[in-house]
């Protein structure tokens, strides 16, 4: 794992770069759940500690490589407080679900339309792999 700091305007969270190749079972759940022949391409732990955020985006890369997203709930903090990841029905948009996940709950979504962010957390810390799948190669 290699690990690094995320701060800027758009995300405040720590980041942490986990090789695929360490969570072979995770890696072939998500592909069985998408089922279309794309695999696993990265794989983040992102931390989110009280203030934290990730501002309103897309994640497509526009290689291929981002094809879904999806988020998995690795740990919440008994005192913790906020409303994670909203999703919203279109980049304008202001209408938004937020889907409540408990820890080992996965979401998944399309990468290239579906513009997200995760609110800033209130309270306690949560801790989620993101991990995206799509083709290496076109």
């Known amino acids: 794992i290699r690990g690094g700091y995320s701060y800027s305007d758009d995300r405040t969270s720590k980041t942490f770069k986990a090789h695929k190749k360490f969570y ?22 992102l931390l989110y500690e009280k203030g934290d955020k990730f501002v309103k985006h897309i994640d497509d890369t526009g290689d291929g490589k981002r094809l879904w997203s999806t988020s998995t709930i690795l740990h919440l903090s008994d005192d913790y407080v906020g409303d994670s990841l909203k999703i ?17 709950d996965t979401i998944i979504f399309p990468s290239k339309d579906t513009w997200h962010e995760v609110a800033p ?18």
């Open 24 to 45: 072979p079972e995770f890696c072939e759940q998500l592909e069985e759940w998408v089922s279309d022949g794309s695999k696993v391409t990265q794989i983040d732990l």
């Open 88 to 104: 919203y029905s279109g980049k304008d948009s202001e209408d938004f679900v937020i889907p409540r996940q408990e820890v080992g």
């Open 121 to 138: 957390v209130e309270q306690g810390t949560r801790l989620v792999a993101v991990a995206w799948l799509g083709f290496e190669k076109l």
